[in-house]
């Protein structure tokens, strides 16, 4: 904050967006290489996402949700559940972020085995590396030195694993559920898990009795390749936590599905009830974004092109490494990279990032890993005047 603050900085300006390009305040246009924190989808102002929020917002923007509910969340809810399998994800509990959402999974998962009689069970697993959000619960299950050391005395019973094959030291029958972000970490700097892991997990926590929660805020909705990161190994959870592209990158709404399994412990007298609430759960202008989102889906045949997208990004990242001996590696999960920059401590990704902007970048990085994450909707060309932005930085910086 002391830099943030200084007389001498002056802060980014956003002005505008248009596709995937943003605008400073200068009028300076920049490809949005982070899609503006992992969020946005089908590219910035698009007609079709614009229209629906107006359309929304001529009827209501926000209403109780809390013995009400409004047709825009009873749609959503809808098409959510009809992203999977029949008879596994079948119902929606909306809240407002991606900490959230995982929160709201925790706090389902504890209290359906205390409502089916499977009280002793008291501790979660997670992984290191992991980041599921900021508040107390979500950050309990995080093992990023930089997010979560300063509260790791301070959250919930959780075992931090590196592998799957450490489950064999396990007491299944303690443990309330397996939390991981499929495929891929985001905050840990795009590190990939191997093949076959949640496959692996589904079949240890179906052995033990332990719920499996996927947090797919950030996989979500397109970005690995598939709509859902679990597709690719088809693998269900018993509950997941949805946000960030939910919107298309909107407006803040988050929602955690569950098996209906878990929904029906909760049923019966008030004391079962599911006691957690959001001023803002079932947001209509949000849930009208959200469809429309998915909507554009279908219209556009956006995951029918990702493909191509997903193999000229591959060449790309190739290209970028063998041509700088300051790449370290490159790691790849469909539209998702991290350029990880060889013999830094710890700024070199901040500061090619800060040196991309003037080559027309704007960016974000873990460490010394450089992330590029663009709308789901950026064409060829623009990805290698990134990949170029990049190269530029990476000399400026480094030689």
């Known amino acids: 904050m002391s830099d943030w603050c200084a007389d001498d900085y002056e802060p980014l300006i956003i002005d505008k967006g248009r596709g995937v390009h943003l605008y400073d305040c200068d009028g300076n246009r920049y490809i949005d290489g982070n899609a503006s924190i992992w969020t946005n989808i ?6 079709v996402i614009d229209s629906a929020i107006r359309e929304q917002l001529e009827k209501i923007a926000h209403c109780s949700f809390l013995g009400t509910t409004n047709e825009p969340a009873i749609l959503l809810a809808e098409k959510l559940v009809r992203l999977f399998p029949p008879a596994t994800l079948g119902r929606v509990f909306f809240s407002d972020d991606g900490s959230t959402a995982v929160e709201c999974a925790l706090k389902m998962a504890i209290q359906y085995f205390q409502l089916t009689g499977d009280k002793h069970r008291d501790q979660f697993i997670a992984f ?25 005395d301070f959250g919930m019973p959780v075992c931090h694993l590196e592998q799957t094959s450490q489950l064999q030291g396990v007491d299944g029958t303690k443990v309330i559920a397996v939390v991981i972000e499929p495929l891929v970490q985001g905050a840990a700097g795009i590190r990939l898990w191997p093949s076959g892991m949640l496959k692996e997990l589904r079949h240890w926590c179906d052995e033990n009795g332990v719920l499996l929660i996927f947090d797919e805020v950030m996989t979500g909705f397109g970005r690995t390749g598939k709509m859902f990161a679990c597709e690719h190994e088809e693998v269900v959870p018993d509950l ?5 592209g939910l919107t298309g990158g909107y407006l803040p709404l988050a929602a955690t599905l569950c098996s209906a399994s878990i929904y029906e412990a909760f049923l019966g007298d008030p004391e079962r009830t599911f006691y957690y609430g959001h001023s803002y759960s079932g947001n209509p202008l949000g849930c009208a974004a959200a469809l429309a989102n ?16 997903v193999e000229h990004l591959a060449g790309s990242l190739k290209s970028l490494a063998e041509g700088s001996s300051h790449v370290a590696e490159v790691r790849q999960c469909g539209m998702i990279a991290g350029i990880e920059l060889s013999g830094g401590d710890g700024s070199l990704g901040a500061r090619c990032c800060a040196a991309a902007r003037k080559y027309g970048l704007l960016t974000r990085s873990i460490g010394d890993t450089v992330v590029f994450l ?3 909707v950026i064409a060829s060309d623009e990805i290698d005047k990134a990949m170029k932005a990049l190269e530029r930085s990476i000399s400026d910086i480094l030689g």
């Open 42 to 47: 089908h590219g910035h102002s698009h007609p």
């Open 240 to 244: 997941m936590a949805l946000a960030k």
């Open 294 to 309: 998915l909507r554009v889906f279908e219209d556009e045949d956006t995951l029918e092109q990702l493909p191509p997208k």
């Open 374 to 376: 663009p709308p789901l």
């Open 128 to 152: 290191q590396g992991a980041y599921h959000g900021d508040t107390m619960g979500a950050s309990a299950l995080g093992k990023i030195s930089t997010f979560h050391k300063r509260f790791e």
